[in-house]
């Protein structure tokens, strides 16, 4: 079994910075896919950026040049490193990763969710 825990979600203001945490722990032969989500009230979860085959392959529109995805797969952990943060970035964040148990099973785990508030 796989699990996922977040940390560093909180308040910031505009323009301040956030780094959340991702870390993976359990039976773990090999990540594929490591993301980041995020679900505002009242909106559908959506993608903020993800890394694939260990390149990153997606960030958003509404966030690139402002936030990043690095990684420590030693560490089986992904980071969101979020800059210049707006009002409209407040969301619940959602990391999520999918690879292969040593059992050679596929997983497909999620954090437990870290709020963001962006506020003054």
């Known amino acids: 079994q796989v699990q996922l825990v977040e940390s560093g979600g909180g308040l910031v203001q505009p323009g301040g910075s956030l780094r959340l945490s991702c870390a993976a722990s359990?039976?773990?032969?090999?990540?594929?896919?490591m993301g980041w989500y995020r679900q505002a009230p009242g909106k559908e979860r959506e993608l903020v950026a993800s890394?694939?085959?260990?390149?990153?392959?997606t960030v958003a529109n509404s966030v690139k040049g402002r936030f990043t995805i690095p990684r420590d797969n030693a560490e089986n952990t992904v980071y969101l490193q979020m800059n210049s943060l707006k009002p409209e970035d407040a969301a619940v964040y959602y990391c999520?990763?999918?690879?292969?148990?040593?059992?050679?099973?596929?997983?497909?785990?999620w954090g437990q969710g870290t709020q963001v508030t962006v506020s003054s």
């Open positions: 359990g039976s773990i032969f090999s990540i594929n896919a």
């Open positions: 999520n990763m999918r690879g292969r148990t040593y059992s050679r099973e596929e997983f497909n785990a």
């Open positions: 890394i694939i085959g260990g390149v990153v392959t």
